[in-house]
């Protein structure tokens, strides 16, 4: 017998025929001894139309309301679950975020989430009751209806598996578990059985998308194994877990990428201490993410070229930014290219491994593929290169590696 | 200045649209230099669709988790409309039932208002705050969220009101009153500029249908005045409020009627003591409610006939029960008759007018017209005619009591 919360998004719940294939999953771990928490998201569409509403209401909208009114989604379908549960002879009952309550700051619109009471739903988990609980929303300290932004769900069941002190949280979606690769571009990409907090951090942020970046935060802080299952199929998913010593480890896990990068590079910028600041700093203020930063070595001992990435979302502010403070920053031009992709190799068995970065380097080379930024962490090393390269490189990587599905 | 509690229905709030054009209601009156509190309901048709998913969700749905989802309809209005509010420069804040918040039993589905915690609203509204209260909806002694019932919102402005110490409650709704009768079938019906409660109950529960009885009741018990107002035009609308002794008292105050009725006759019921107690008793067990009751004199002294009314939703539980009792009560036959009408003519100044039901029988008499059942109380005379006669009576009788408008 173990304690699970299960977490269903968007698209496992979006309408009531999958609100029962749903429940037959919650019921079936019950009946299989467990104690059960389910958290829901709103029904695939329910939040963007509400979004839609308040952006017509007023393109300045208050957050606070903004709040109020989203959080109705995960509210509507958390008691059409326990109805449904109910319906099967599973005692169940809903709970939105300021009954149990889940306290969270005041930040609206994405809250964090500060302190949970357990003791109510665990007290019926107990009794053999499952609790039902409103996803992505929380109580502010005066008393107002919180979200905890966009994919806040998982953040939501996470915390919940750590207040339950659950054996494991099982986040139920709409791809059956993490793979090496993008299974749209590379057809030998395998599912991953098992992945640490820390790659899946890298592969979530790098673009794998299955698990909210907070949630694996939260689950590493307080070592909850996560679980990413298919809501359609019966399949035993990937587990997100801490590193084990005596696991057989690939060297390399996975093999990200992320299109929605740009390169920017200042030319003739000053070669003197400080300036890397001068660059960085304001852009960090107008709150632009700076990611993959490269200066070049300096030809002339007086002059260098910087470069570096952004999203594409932030490209115009930053263009537009660096342009007002060309005067203070001191650069000849601006170099944009918005046609690239970076490529992530992701694991962490590269810290006990040399030569991971070489064989990435070498595979690129011999299909002609031109590297134009290189970034590595401990357990990453990331390449900037044109984004006509893409899904070659990610496929000669992924045999590079020996990642390849037999 | 004054301290107001608006409520404005379904149709009034259908679109963002019609939100802006409440906004702009709303805004007036605190520019005039009132506090304003606004009761909304849900966007004309959400209830329905909400109601719909329950219904599809299970037959048997439990209230409790109906309530958490029907009560999201008012929560979306209400952030809403805050936010426009907002927009025009207003400063606006929602709160949901259980924010205030609005206490009420644990009867889920229909709860009914114990207590309100007006104190931070009041005081919000002190400081030119629009406190913005979604309708509907309260919060159980457990935490859980209730709802009124259908038409709830009317109450909880009327409870709100009280609870406020208001000056006056304005229902905005998409009739500009309350009229002496159907205007649809009475042309030459006029808009009532002010009606008692006791009038408003009388036309309200025959069929006026302008305002929730429970609110009428609570306005009455509370002395809270109430205007009945159209949220799409500029016009005075209807008071509802105590009986003034010095106010021009028209005899008769309206006209109603009501369609939905049956008449049930059984025949040759033994003429004994307790035999209506036999009847009604189990009838009244079974909630069915039954309105005009007559008993005949009895023409052998030793059977009579009992006729009364109940209302078509009741019809067919109310003959299988009679079907089933038929031994215990001791009848000869059911004689049913649906195809009839109550026609209601409503003053409290028929209490020291003589001659009022003397002028209703002579001017259906003057048609043609035969009654069937008769039944009086002190501000209200009813008679029961065939539906075929409904429009010509209810013309006659709006003539007859000198209501035509010029």
């Known amino acids: 017998m173990a304690r699970i919360v299960q977490k269903f998004g968007g698209t496992s719940v979006a309408n009531l025929d999958c609100i029962r294939n749903v429940a037959v999953r919650v019921k079936a771990a019950c009946d299989a001894g467990n104690q059960v928490a389910v958290v829901v998201s709103a029904m695939a569409g ?19 309301e903004y709040d109020a009114i989203v959080a109705t989604g995960e509210q509507v379908t958390a008691g059409l ?15 939105l975020g300021w009954q149990l309550p889940i306290k969270t700051d005041g930040i609206h619109g994405r809250a964090r989430i500060d302190d949970i009471d357990g003791s109510q739903a665990v007290s019926l988990m107990e009794k053999g009751h499952v609790v039902v609980i409103a996803g992505f929303q929380g109580l502010s300290p005066d008393n107002r209806v919180t979200t905890l932004g966009r994919g806040g769900s998982d953040t939501t069941a996470v915390a919940l598996a750590a207040a339950f002190k659950a054996d494991r949280c099982e986040i139920y979606t709409d791809v059956d578990g993490v793979y090496t690769c993008d299974p749209r571009i590379v057809p030998k990409a395998r599912k991953i059985d098992r992945i640490t907090y820390e790659e899946m951090l890298e592969m979530a942020s790098q673009g794998a998308k299955v698990l909210q970046t907070r949630s694996v935060e939260m689950a590493m802080n307080f070592n909850v194994p996560v679980t990413v299952l298919s809501s359609f199929e019966d399949k035993p998913g990937t587990i997100v877990a801490a590193e084990i010593e005596n696991m057989e480890q690939e060297v390399v896990t996975g093999i990200a990428y992320d299109k929605n990068e740009a390169k920017i590079t200042l030319s003739s910028v000053d070669d003197r201490p400080g300036v890397a600041a001068a660059i960085f700093g304001p852009l960090t203020e107008a709150e632009i993410n700076v990611d993959m930063i490269v200066q070049n ?11 570096f990435t952004v999203s594409e979302a932030d490209f115009d502010r930053t263009i537009d930014h660096l342009d007002r403070h060309k005067s203070e920053i001191g650069f000849k ?5 918005r046609n690239v992709a970076k490529i992530s190799v992701v694991g962490v068995g590269m810290r006990s491994h040399a030569g991971v970065a070489q064989r990435m380097f070498k595979a690129l080379a011999d299909k002609g593929v031109n590297i134009q930024v290189i970034s590595t962490s401990e357990i990453k090393v990331s390449v900037l290169i044109s984004q006509d390269y893409l899904e070659l490189a990610l496929r000669a990587l992924h045999t590079a590696y020996g990642l390849d599905a037999e």
């Not at 679950?81 to 709970?95: D, E, P, T």
């Not at 031009?333 to 290219?337: M, R, S, V």
């Open 46 to 64: 329910e939040t963007n139309k509400l979004v839609d509403l308040v952006k017509q209401a007023s393109a300045l909208h208050d957050s606070a």
């Open 297 to 307: 070595v300096s030809a002339d001992g007086k002059t260098t070229d910087m470069t």
């Open 333 to 337: 031009e601006i170099l944009a290219d």
């Open 81 to 95: 679950l326990s109805i449904v549960l109910q319906s099967m002879g599973v005692n169940a009952r809903s709970f």
